[in-house]
């Protein structure tokens, strides 16, 4: 960590020097490489460097932040008078001594993007480009993208808590618009997590490549899906968009103690079938959305929500631990030093149940199968939400049939969850980056095979 040799337990103490609950000092470190590639040119090929130091102090209703990137004892402790100054004027608060305690490596990294070569990563998104021009005349349009960073913090808090991890991340990504006539549909396919270059080995630029075009071809090919009330199923492969917009947005504490969650005060109430259980698990061995510790220096957690239908629990940052009476779940982060922690999800899912997928898609009589869910709009006040399917089938007589294309579901989360019955016994994940309150971080999302009786499916007539 370069930071000069900062000493915490001053700048913590000139922090709190006119009072406050509660201050922490968040140092980073993060070297990041992004490759762009788009319309068969390199629009960038860059690296650089970032280091920074937030400093936060909590007192009562207030909060207080304030960052630099000037690594230095004078400006950190400066950045500190000036806080506790703010305050205005209220007996001193010591922090506790500090002890360190160090994030141990819960997924071993074989192979770093920092000893690769900007050539070579280059390379790999060049052959992803070349690959899914190749395949079809009616590919238009291909972007990829290539971006791998390694994040060293370190977070000294008041109550005595020095800790330090490093994180790599690494993102590929191939987006692609196929048209035909006047038809145009787009197919899109990213790989990723707390991982390095040995993801390509499991995951090639080409098959990548393939994946995103094969979908965008499909969906060319395809009549447009019918509309109306209809059974579906949610395949593994999916990944988690439904259970992390209609339902984990909706468990983040802030939002539900500021009366902004359909679940707000509902805790110890069932809203789900029994058959549901959701958790959130920053503990998930190379998973995007997992680290040693959240951007508070509270140890990563797995956090159970809803147990077997009934809200056990919201997820909670220290401030919004600290205005409830909580504790901190772990899930307090933040997108870089410049930001200051909010209560935001890490690996949400719904964990593996008891049914056989394919038993489950045998039970419909007429539905939709959905494969690929892409992005929607949710509305966490009333649960409503509208999900975009990017790849789906009918069902027909218990067999998935044709490909549909431009569906959307449409209905109710918590109408949704209590609706659920079946769960598959397999399960799947996917990738990105959630942003909330203007700040982006790296999440993933899970869940089984899942069927839903009834649902709205917007389409054609």
Known sequence: MKNNALNHSKILKAALAKGGDWADLFVEHSALTA???EDDRIERAQMGIDSGAGLRVIAGERTLYAYTNELTDRTCTKLADDLAAALGTGAETSPSTLGERVGKPWMEIETDPAGVSLEDKVKLAVRANEAARKIDSRIRQVRVNFGDSRREIEIATADGSLVREVLTQLVFLVHVVAADGEVVQTGYEPVGGTRGMELFDENPPEEVAERAVRRALLMLEAPPAPAGRMTVVLSSEAGGTMIHEAVGHG???????????????????????????VVDDAT?????????FDDEGVPANKTTLIDRGKLVSYMHSRLSAMKSGAASTGNGRRESYRHRPIVRMTNTMIPAGKHDPEKIVRSVERGLFVKKMGGGQVNTVNGDFVFEVTEGYLIEKGKTGDAVRNATLIGNGPQILQSIDMVGSDLGFAIGT???????????????????PEITVGGKS
């Open 251 to 277: 468990l983040e504490a802030d939002l539900a103690e500021e009366g902004l969650s359909v679940y707000t005060g509902r805790i110890g109430e069932h809203i789900a079938s029994p058959l549901v259980t």
């Open 284 to 292: 998930v061995p190379g998973a995007r959305g997992s680290f040693a």
């Open 434 to 452: 959630c942003g909330k309150d203007g700040q982006g971080v790296p999440v993933s999302d899970a869940q089984p095979t899942l069927r839903i």
């Open 35 to 37: 490759v762009q590639i």
